[in-house]
């Protein structure tokens, strides 16, 4: 079983609604990471959080917006979706910087934009 | 651009067989190689990695074979179950780098 927890498994929002996306690991990883995935294509990173900071944006459109509250703890803030937006959100965790760079997924959380 | 190049996209294989896929790579700088196995509706799970100073890995019914001069890697499942019917993800990376290039994918289906 996977120890990046994602909740919820499955959302189902309207282009007009703010919902949130959250994960949690408990491996004391320092780096933690927003996937996204298509079906039958491989996970395109969003977002890399290294030591609570925001280390990498790679050009996401501002109505994805990621949080770090703790080093435990990695929050997706989403608002004015578009249809496309609908996907497989994974999140991720490795031990960060020098320390090893085996990256762990969790189960996904599946997002419908309706 | 896509940094690594996996083949095939699908194959399909005997309960017992061997399933193999290949990958290419050309970033001399990457120095792991995770393959990940995702089931559908499942996040991908790391199956088994390697580092080039290695030319093989097994573990179970699952080898790593490493080319290092020829900037290739593959995937042998010996044996192969139906269990084993997954998508497989090969990737790359260098120490200290947060940023994994993936394969494109090669679905495996095992016949009973």
């Known amino acids: 079983d996977t120890e990046v927890t994602q909740t919820p498994k499955h959302l189902v929002m309207g282009m007009t609604n703010k919902k949130s996306l959250k994960c949690e690991q408990h491996?004391?990883?320092?780096?933690m990471y927003w996937y996204k995935q298509k079906a039958k294509k491989p996970p395109e990173l969003m977002f890399v959080?290294?030591?609570?900071?925001?280390?990498i944006n790679e050009s996401v459109p501002s109505r994805f917006s990621p949080e770090c509250p703790n080093s435990s703890l990695l929050n997706l803030h989403l608002h004015a979706l578009q249809p496309e937006d609908s996907a497989l959100y994974l999140c991720?965790?490795?031990?960060?910087?020098?320390?090893?760079?085996?990256?762990?997924f969790g189960e996904g959380s599946w997002l419908t934009v309706v | 651009q896509q940094q690594v190049k996996q083949s095939p996209q699908s194959l399909i294989v005997q309960k017992g067989g061997i399933s193999i896929i290949n990958c290419a790579y050309e970033?001399?700088?990457?120095?792991?190689f995770p393959w990940y196995q995702q089931f559908p509706g499942k996040g991908p799970a790391l199956l088994i990695a390697?580092?080039?100073?290695?030319s093989e890995k097994k573990e179970g019914r699952f080898t790593i074979s490493f080319n290092k001069s020829a900037k290739q890697f593959s995937l042998h499942i010996m044996d192969s179950q139906p269990g084993d019917s997954a998508t497989y993800f090969c990737?790359?990376?260098?120490?200290?780098?947060?940023?994994?290039?993936f394969g494109a994918g090669t679905t495996v289906t095992v016949r009973a």
């Open positions: 959080y290294s030591y609570e900071k925001l280390s």
């Open positions: 990737a790359a990376t260098s120490l200290g780098d947060y940023k994994l290039s």
């Open positions: 970033n001399t700088a990457f120095d792991y």
């Open positions: 491996m004391g990883h320092r780096a």
């Open positions: 991720a965790s490795s031990q960060g910087g020098q320390g090893g760079n085996t990256i762990y």
């Open positions: 390697i580092r080039p100073d290695v």
